[in-house]
C-alpha cells in the first residue's frame, strides 16, 4: 500500500523568498507522480505531473523533482509571492499502474507574507 | 479548466436519509473518482471507474455505492446517510493513468 508523506505540514516565509516542499512515498514502483494546489474551500489544481522517466518537470516559478529510488519528490517555489499561500499536496498512484486512482499527503500549508 | 461539474454543491440532510451527489464531465474521459477530504485524514479514494459500467472499490467504500451508465456520469450513493459520512466529496476525471488527474470543486455534505 501507497504512503504519503509531506513534510513541513506548514510554512510560513516572507514574500520573495524561495523555497522547498518535500513529499516522500513509500512504493517507489511509480508512473508518475502529481503535485496539486488547494485554496481554501476549493478544489484542487494540478500543478506539475512527472513521469518516471523524468527527474524534474518545470512551470513558471515552479519545479518539481523526482528521485524513484529515493522514494521522495520536492517542489520548489522561486520568488514566493502571497498569491502563492494554499495548500501543496503531493499525490502517488496507489500502485504502480495507477488506474485505482492516487494516494494523497497531508498537505503542506503554506502562507506567504506580504 | 477541465470540465468537471458536481451536484448538489452542498447539502444538509437527516442520519438515515439516501443521498446521491453527481458528477458530470464533459472530457470524454474514461477514468472517474470519488474522493472524501477530512481534516486529519487528507483525501481518500472511496470507488473509481474505469469505464461504462466498469467500478471498483477505493479506500474507504464501506457505505457508498457508485454507478456509472454514461461515460460522462458517475454518481456516488449513500444509501442511509450517517453523521461519520459528514465531508467534503470531490470527483476527479483522468484521460489515461498515465494522465494528469482533474478535481472538480466538491460537494460539501453535512449529516445531522
Not at chain 1, 504512503?3 to 524561495?18: H, R, W
Request: aromatic letters at 8%; a negative charge.
Amino acid at each position: 500500500k501507497q504512503e504519503v508523506t509531506q513534510i513541513p505540514a506548514a510554512l510560513s516565509v516572507p514574500e520573495g523568498e524561495n523555497l522547498v516542499l518535500n513529499c516522500s512515498f513509500t512504493d517507489s514502483a511509480i508512473y508518475n507522480l502529481q503535485w496539486f494546489r488547494q485554496d481554501p474551500g476549493k478544489g484542487l489544481t494540478s500543478l506539475l505531473l512527472i513521469q518516471s522517466s523524468q527527474r524534474e518537470q518545470t512551470s513558471g516559478r515552479l519545479n518539481a523533482s523526482l528521485d524513484k529510488s529515493s522514494g521522495r519528490s520536492t517542489l520548489y517555489i522561486a520568488a514566493s509571492q502571497p498569491g502563492d499561500s494554499a495548500t501543496y499536496l503531493c499525490a502517488a498512484p496507489y500502485s504502480g499502474g495507477g488506474a485505482d486512482g492516487l494516494t494523497f499527503g497531508k498537505g503542506t500549508h503554506l502562507i506567504i507574507q506580504p | 479548466d477541465a470540465g468537471i461539474t458536481q451536484s448538489p454543491r452542498h447539502k444538509v440532510t437527516e442520519t438515515g436519509t439516501p443521498v446521491t451527489l453527481r458528477c458530470h464531465q464533459t472530457e470524454n474521459h474514461r477514468y472517474m473518482y470519488w474522493y472524501r477530504q477530512d481534516p486529519g485524514h487528507g483525501l481518500r479514494l472511496i470507488h473509481y471507474s474505469y469505464g461504462v459500467k466498469d467500478t471498483d472499490k477505493g479506500e474507504v467504500s464501506d457505505g457508498y455505492s457508485v454507478s456509472r451508465s454514461k461515460t460522462e456520469d458517475f454518481l456516488l450513493t449513500l444509501e442511509s446517510a450517517t453523521s461519520s459520512q459528514t465531508s467534503v466529496y470531490f470527483c476527479a476525471i483522468s484521460e489515461s493513468t498515465l494522465q494528469e488527474l482533474f478535481f472538480g470543486e466538491g460537494s460539501r455534505l453535512t449529516v445531522l
